[in-house]
């Protein structure tokens, strides 16, 4: 992962991440995570703008290494997968001509992979909407699963090569596929999706259940990223201004909810449900994944 190398001075009167105390950091973080801004973080916390998202890269280069070494081996049974979208500077058609092409500078598509049972977020990855993004994603899941499950996508191309290649045959996969009705002029100037009208299941390989073919539980995960993290929140100026903090903003948050967040229908975090944990994480224990010699020092 790409690090971000910033040697701008903070303020004289504002304290820097080497000089604040874990507590003054998962301050800064459970804001992250609860679905402030950066700036509000910052007026809030009383942290430098600087300190906030140097801290926030170290957290979520943590939490990558910490996923990545953790969430393994996994028995999970059924696995839906989904695609959710967000932009970096600008929307697509607003990107200027020198920039267009470049990846991390307009829409930007975080591809998700959840377990239906657990509700742990068990593989993401965020790219384009393309054939190699889908593969990126499958291979990620496809490397933490510990047997043969039922996996569940919407109707996008990209997944039919992307989950042969990776899974070939083993593996028992369905697209719920959602019918939308055309939008009527007056429908057209709303910030609405189109009416969805019906859904057609279409089994691909393998013999997946029926009752099982769903993407709810990974479409309703979309609403909590969009919730808890405020740079996917439509209709403001919070969005992502650099890919990099955009990628480690999305790890933060999968960490914090696989781990610290506990799931209302579940009682117990995603972590624990999945057997890959054992208490519920505190965001003290979050921050404690940085290592102290890892920890920027802001000149």
Do not use: E
């Given at each position: 992962m790409q690090?971000?190398?910033?040697?701008?001075?903070?303020?004289?009167?504002t304290p820097s991440m080497n000089k604040l105390n874990n507590a003054r950091r998962a301050q800064i973080i459970a804001c992250l995570c609860e679905g402030m801004s950066v700036s509000a973080t910052c007026r809030i916390t009383?942290?430098?703008?600087?300190?906030?998202?140097?801290?926030?890269?170290k957290v979520g280069e943590a939490c990558v290494a910490h996923h990545d070494a953790t969430v393994r081996n996994l028995k999970s049974k059924r696995i839906q997968a989904d695609e959710l979208w967000s932009f970096v500077g600008a929307k697509a058609k607003n990107v200027p001509a020198e920039k267009r092409g470049q990846f991390?500078?307009?829409?930007v598509w975080t591809w998700t992979a959840l377990d239906a049972d657990s509700k742990l977020m068990v593989s993401w990855f965020v790219g384009g909407r393309d054939g190699g993004a889908a593969f990126e994603l499958m291979s990620d899941c496809a490397g933490r699963l510990a047997n043969r499950v039922q996996l569940t996508t919407d109707g996008h191309r990209a997944y039919l090569d992307a989950v042969e290649d990776v899974f070939g045959i083993d593996v028992d996969y369905a697209q719920l596929v959602k019918i939308y009705g055309e939008n009527t002029r007056e429908e057209n100037r709303k910030y609405s999706p189109a009416v969805c009208l019906g859904t057609e299941r279409k089994v691909i390989m393998g013999e997946p259940d029926k009752a099982h073919i769903s993407t709810s539980y990974v479409e309703r995960s979309n609403l909590s990223v969009r919730m808890h993290t405020r740079r996917f929140t439509r209709l403001t100026n919070a969005f992502s201004k650099k890919i990099e903090n955009h990628v480690h903003a999305v790890a933060l948050f999968f960490t914090?909810?696989?781990?610290?967040?506990?799931?209302?229908?579940?009682r117990v975090t995603p972590a624990m449900e999945a057997g890959i944990a054992d208490h519920v994480w505190t965001v003290e224990e979050l921050i404690g994944l940085v290592q102290e010699e890892d920890v920027v020092i802001l000149k």
């Open positions: 690090k971000v190398i910033d040697n701008a001075c903070p303020s004289k009167h009383g942290a430098d703008k600087k300190t906030v998202l140097r801290l926030l890269v991390g500078v307009g829409d914090f909810y696989n781990f610290c967040r506990i799931h209302q229908t579940l």
